[in-house]
């Protein structure tokens, strides 16, 4: 899958996600729903942009959940 449409979901799931009150809880439920609606194929080329791009054209609260959670993705 081309890292633009991985950006591209992301960002509109983040968007999603940013407007609960509660950001710690936004970030667990993003990264959540990545886990559990994400590829491991997808999951892992987004870790791979994010690890080599700095997240560079993702939104804030999708580079800080992935971040935070990316630990608790099965390998």
């Given at each position: ?14 968007t999603?996600?940013e407007s ?40 804030p ?15």
């Amino acid at each position: 899958m081309h890292t633009e449409y991985l950006i591209k979901m992301a960002n509109q799931i983040g968007t999603f996600f940013e407007s609960q009150p509660n950001r710690e809880q936004a970030m667990t439920d993003l990264a959540k729903h990545l886990q559990n609606n994400w590829e491991h194929r997808m999951r892992s080329n987004l870790l791979e942009y994010v690890d080599q791009q700095a997240g560079e054209g993702l939104l804030p609260i999708v580079v800080e959940a992935v971040a935070k959670h990316r630990q608790e993705w099965p390998v």
